[in-house]
């Protein structure tokens, strides 16, 4: 524990608000973004409460930056998911995957991003829609593709495909965090077959 306690003395600035980030995370996922606050960051951290002060000034700057960091960590899976294969149906099916595997290996950034999505509050909202917009035209210009290849059938365009598949994707990446132990092959099927029919991936 003196070891521990001796390394976070040695971190730089930004080390430390590096460190205090990802408590902050873990805190937003477990309290929720209208009720995590720098005096739990400051315990799970063994910091006092105005170090936490000293990195985020106030409440707002916390939420801003938390949320900017789960945009930040979202959108970078996003594109290394879409880089993964040229093929146009790999790559949606690369991205329907890695969202899944991040549920598993980094869920407190998808609870708070499922979090965020369905919360309408008036100081969050605005940062979420300007946020959904980068998914959103991610999306369309793969689905576009998937289309001018012949790979998608014909009918609604890229843009509207696009929203309705983000729309799904967080009733279906919500069951994976469901209490009732449904076992994770199963939803991974549903998600793939789920996906395969609203996008209109031909057979």
């Given amino acids: 524990m003196h070891g521990e306690a001796e390394a976070r003395r040695r971190l730089n600035p930004s080390q430390r608000k590096r460190l205090l980030m ?57 594109t290394q998911a879409l ?41 969050t909202w605005p940062m979420y829609l300007a946020f959904q917009e980068r998914q959103l035209e991610l999306l369309t210009v793969q689905i576009s593709f998937a289309i001018n290849n012949d790979v998608l059938e014909p009918g609604l365009p890229a843009s509207d495909r696009a929203r309705w598949a983000l729309g799904n994707l967080h009733m279906l990446v919500s069951m994976v965090f469901s209490p009732d132990g449904t076992d994770q092959d199963e939803i991974r099927s549903l998600v793939n077959r789920g996906f395969r029919h609203i996008l209109g991936i031909k057979s």
Avoid at 56 to 65: I, N, Q, S
Avoid at 91 to 97: D, G, K, R, V, Y
Avoid at 104 to 111: E, R, S
């Fill in 22 to 78: 990802e408590h902050a995370i873990k805190v937003f996922s477990r309290r929720g973004i209208g009720r995590a606050g720098h005096t739990e960051i400051a315990q799970i951290a063994g910091v006092s409460v105005a170090t936490v002060f000293n990195y985020f000034k106030t409440r707002e700057a916390l939420v801003e930056e938390v949320l900017e960091e789960v945009e930040s960590f979202l959108i970078k899976l996003s």
């Fill in 83 to 123: 880089k993964k294969s040229r093929e146009p149906e790999e790559t949606l099916e690369a991205c329907i995957s890695t969202f899944l595997d991040a549920c598993h290996q980094n869920p407190d950034y998808i609870k708070i991003w499922l979090e965020w999505s369905s919360s309408v509050r008036e100081d």
